[in-house]
């Protein structure tokens, strides 16, 4: 009888952690590859928006970081401030590396040092373009990163 209380016990406390490992997996403590780098593609966005280029810099490849200052990648990307609207589309997944598809909304300027006077818009009157964007992410040591716009 003994014997068949602790069968009883072990497989309902087998059968819990089982239906926990389950609900785990439901509620997605594990992050898929793309809802990751969509998650951190856009955190780099709003960064830049922001013109909190030191934290969007942070999120560049380890390779990237070698090769460009934070000062020159912020000089590279100050257009970003004007950037109405960035949002991430799409990104799609193959084994270590991502792309991520974006759409961005600019403001551009009603007039400029470089704009013809038929460029020229009346004071205050701002055009919006939108465009699109396809970036790489590749994971590395650090975890996912941005390697260059492509």
């Known amino acids: 009888m003994a014997s068949l209380r602790h069968v009883c ?6 059968g819990s ?5 389950a609900a785990l997996q439901e509620l997605n403590i594990v992050e898929k590859p793309e809802d990751e780098v969509a998650r951190l593609a856009q ?3 709003d960064f ?19 090769l460009k200052s ?17 949002d991430v589309t799409q990104v799609t ?26 460029q020229m818009r009346p004071a205050g009157e701002r055009a919006s373009i939108t465009m699109n964007m396809e970036q790489l992410w590749l994971k590395t040591g650090e975890g996912w990163r941005k390697s260059r716009n492509l």
Request: proline letters at 5%; hydrophobic letters at 35%.
């Open 9 to 14: 016990i072990v497989s309902v406390l087998a």
């Open 17 to 21: 952690l089982l239906s926990g490992c």
């Open 43 to 45: 955190q780099q966005f």
């Open 48 to 66: 830049m928006r922001a013109g909190e280029f030191d934290k969007a810099y942070v999120l560049m490849s380890p390779g990237y970081r070698a």
């Open 70 to 86: 934070e000062s020159a990648y912020k000089m590279d990307n100050r257009g970003a401030r004007r950037w109405q609207t960035a």
């Open 93 to 118: 997944c193959q084994e270590e590396r991502c792309n991520v598809f974006a759409e961005i909304t600019l403001t551009e300027p009603a007039s400029g040092p470089q704009m013809r006077p038929s």
